[in-house]
């Protein structure tokens, strides 16, 4: 049983920030690709940021967001920097996991984040 757990969410004032952590546990033989994705009201899931070997992000919070992981914690952070309303919505972990039966994609269970205007 693997499972993805995020902390780290909350209400904030526009310009402020955030750091969200999500830890993997389980029998874990292996993570390959992390990230995070967020959803807004009445949007579709988007990806904000990844990471395997190298980083990622979407336009929209490049030079703002900062994806790191820490293997040995099995755990990812997202520091949220200069936040914008606009970043308002559910973030989700994602994790590609290895386990010794499969690999396949897991989901945590989301932490809301609000920016304030």
């Known amino acids: 049983q693997v499972q993805l757990v995020e902390s780290g969410g909350g209400l904030v004032q526009a310009g402020g920030s955030l750091r969200l952590s999500c830890a993997a546990s389980?029998?874990?033989?292996?993570?390959?690709?992390m990230g995070w994705y967020r959803q807004a009201p009445g949007k579709q899931r988007e990806l904000v940021a990844s990471i395997t070997g190298s980083t990622r992000y979407t336009d929209s919070v490049k030079g703002r967001f900062t994806i790191s992981r820490d293997n040995a914690k099995n755990t990812v952070y997202l520091q949220m920097n200069s936040l914008k309303p606009e970043d308002t919505g559910v973030y989700y972990c994602?994790?590609?996991?290895?386990?010794?039966?499969?690999?396949?994609?897991?989901w945590g269970q989301g932490t809301q984040v609000t920016v304030s205007s």
């Open positions: 994602n994790a590609e996991i290895s386990t010794a039966w499969n690999t396949r994609g897991y």
């Open positions: 389980g029998n874990i033989f292996s993570i390959n690709a």
